[in-house]
């Protein structure tokens, strides 16, 4: 069973930039959706960012477009969420995700495996 560890959270100042990445061991995910989600202090977890490793795409949600971007290493089994310009409503707990599949959804319930999560604060 894959597992998925985040890392590159932090405090950063509103029109900053962070990294964040998140690798997967015991497994690959190569050919598979890798996800990022965001539960904002008080809020549900939300979609934020996909990626199909298997030609399906990118999808992103309307309001980190333009700002964030993804990417992966798939010689290291690891993927990148680049976020630029940030804000303060960016700020909360980022997750990544897997899905056993070719289309990036959106939608929670469809991803299987889940990391533990990195806080992202940006400061106003």
């Known amino acids: 069973q894959v597992e998925l560890v985040e890392s590159g959270g932090g405090l950063v100042q509103a029109g900053g930039s962070l990294r964040l990445s998140c690798t997967a061991s015991?497994?690959?995910?190569?050919?598979?959706?890798v996800g990022w989600f965001r539960q904002p202090p008080g809020k549900e977890r939300e979609f934020v960012a996909a990626s199909s490793g298997s030609g399906g795409g990118e999808n992103y949600a309307d309001s980190v477009k333009g700002r964030f971007t993804i990417s992966r290493e798939n010689a290291r089994n690891t993927a990148h969420l680049h976020m630029n310009s940030l804000k303060a409503e960016d700020t909360g707990v980022y997750f990544c995700?897997?899905?056993?599949?070719?289309?990036?959804?959106?939608?929670?319930?469809?991803?299987?495996?889940w990391g533990q999560g990195t806080q992202v604060t940006v400061s106003s």
């Open positions: 015991k497994g690959t995910f190569n050919a598979d959706v």
């Open positions: 995700a897997v899905r056993f599949g070719t289309v990036p959804h959106s939608t929670r319930g469809e991803y299987d495996i």
